[in-house]
C-alpha cells in the first residue's frame, strides 16, 4: 500500500529514542522529511544521518522556547508541518491516594502542556493548506487505568479529551487528530516501570516481565517496529476517514472493545 507521506514533512517529538524514534523511522521509511527532535543534539544528528532526508533539532518540547525553535527550524530546512507526532517522557510511578496538588500539577506540564502547545503551533497551517495528520503516542491507561501510575493515567486522559474534541472542530479541514495507545512495547521506559516495580515489590525484573507476558493474550512484548508501522499508517493519505480514534498497539492487553 502506498501510504501517500512521500515528501510529507512530520516533525516527531521526543525521537531520539524509544516509540517516538520507532515512529519517525517508519515515516522516513515511507518517504517523509522528518524532523528528529530531542535534548541530546549527538544522538538526533547520528539518527537523522541514517534517514534520507532528515534533520536533528536540539530542543526541549516541554518548553515554549523549545516548541517554537523546533517548528520554525522544521519549516526553514523542510517546509511546512504536514505530520506532528505528540510523544514525550512519561511522569513518575505513584499511586492516587498519595497524590498532591503539585502532583496533579506536574501531570499537566508533562502531558498536556507541551502538545497543546505544539498542536497550536502547527494547527493554523494544516488548517489552511486542507492536510494535516496530528498523532499522540498515549498509554494503554487511557483506556483502562494502570496501576501505581496515576499521574500518567490522569495527564493522558486529560489530553485525550482534548484531542478527541479537536478532532470533530479540524475533521472539516482534512485533518485527523488520533491517539495510538501502546500496551507493554520492549522499550527503555517499560524496562524502567518493571525495574520500579520489581524494587517495589521484592522481586527481579525477569519475574516482572514474566508476569506481565502472561496477561497479554499475544505472550510477549510488542516491537518498537510494529508500533511504528501503526503509527504509519494513521499518518497516511488513506487513513483520510479515521479520526477521534485511541488505537491500542498492544497484543490484546485490554480486554475491553
Request: with cysteine; charged share 20%.
Amino acid at each position: 500500500m502506498d501510504l501517500g507521506i512521500r515528501g510529507k514533512t512530520a516533525l516527531v517529538a521526543a525521537s531520539t529514542g524509544g516509540l517516538g524514534l520507532a515512529v519517525a523511522r517508519a515515516l522516513a521509511a515511507e518517504g517523509a522529511r522528518v524532523a528528529i527532535t530531542g535534548r541530546r543534539r549527538e544522538r538526533a544528528e547520528e539518527i537523522a544521518s541514517s534517514m534520507g532526508g532528515a534533520i536533528a533539532i536540539e530542543a526541549d518540547l516541554s518548553t515554549p522556547d523549545g516548541t517554537a525553535t523546533a517548528v520554525e527550524r522544521t519549516e526553514a530546512e523542510l517546509g511546512p508541518v504536514d505530520i506532528v507526532v505528540l510523544n514525550g517522557p512519561g511522569p513518575r510511578p505513584g499511586a492516587a491516594a498519595t497524590l498532591g496538588s503539585d502532583d496533579l500539577a506536574a501531570a499537566f506540564d508533562i502531558l498536556l502542556r507541551p502538545h497543546h502547545a505544539l498542536v497550536s503551533t502547527v494547527l493554523p497551517g494544516m488548517r489552511e493548506r486542507r492536510w494535516g495528520r496530528i498523532l499522540a503516542i498515549g498509554s494503554s491507561g487511557v483506556a483502562a487505568p494502570l496501576p501505581n501510575l496515576a499521574m500518567s493515567n490522569t495527564g493522558r486522559a486529560a489530553l485525550a479529551g482534548y484531542l478527541k474534541t479537536l478532532a470533530a472542530e479540524v475533521a472539516l479541514d482534512c485533518v485527523t487528530v488520533n491517539l495510538l495507545l501502546p500496551g507493554r512495547i520492549a522499550t527503555d521506559r517499560v524496562a524502567e516501570l518493571d525495574a520500579a516495580a520489581a524494587k517495589r515489590r521484592g522481586v527481579t525484573v525477569t519475574d516482572i516481565e514474566i508476569e506481565s507476558r502472561k496477561t497479554i493474550p499475544a505472550r510477549r512484548y510488542g516491537d518498537p517496529d510494529e508500533f511504528g508501522a501503526a503509527a504509519a499508517f494513521l499518518c497516511s493519505a488513506p487513513a483520510s476517514y479515521i479520526t477521534g480514534v485511541a488505537l491500542r498497539c498492544d497484543g490484546g492487553l485490554i480486554r475491553s472493545l
